[in-house]
């Protein structure tokens, strides 16, 4: 095909080849463009697979051993009333759509949880300042000499 053009054969003559050399240059042409669509295929393919547990990427250690605490969590239809509300009272908006199993409780709701986190990351900063003035005043009677425990 390529030896039927005369620019083309003109240029293929400039580097060196015969009329029959172009069958070759054919057949690799052919040979690079199916395996660049082959690679291109597969990394679609992993980017974008339907099967979230057949990609080609490695999965870590620790998520194949972790992989059975973790359930997929399914959502209502937003046009369904029932279902959302009945979603919503089981606590099914707080986290992410995928959780540990057995991780929500229907007792709680999302301000009391934030309430908890809130208190219990103060109780964390005020014993850090705690042990730092303890520490704070520990060295300064060290340094006057007397013999702290």
Request: positive net charge; hydrophobic residues 35%; glycine residues 8%.
């Amino acid at each position: 095909m390529l030896a039927n053009f005369p620019k083309a054969r003109k240029l293929l003559r400039r580097f060196g080849f015969d009329k029959d050399d172009a069958y070759f240059w054919k057949q690799m042409g052919k040979a690079m463009l199916c395996t660049y669509a082959l690679g291109g295929l597969a990394w679609l393919w992993n980017e974008t697979s339907p099967l979230g547990w057949w990609t080609l990427k490695p999965r870590p250690k620790e998520e194949k051993e972790m992989a059975h605490l973790y359930e997929r969590r399914m959502f209502p239809y937003p046009g369904d009333k029932e279902a959302v509300e009945e979603f919503v009272k089981s606590g099914g908006t707080l986290g992410t759509t995928i959780g540990p199993k057995g991780f929500i409780d229907s007792d709680k709701d999302s301000d009391n949880i934030q309430k908890q986190l809130q208190s219990k990351k103060f109780e964390q900063e005020a014993q850090k300042l705690w042990f730092r003035m303890r520490s704070e005043v520990i060295q300064e009677l060290q340094e006057k000499g007397f013999d702290v425990e």
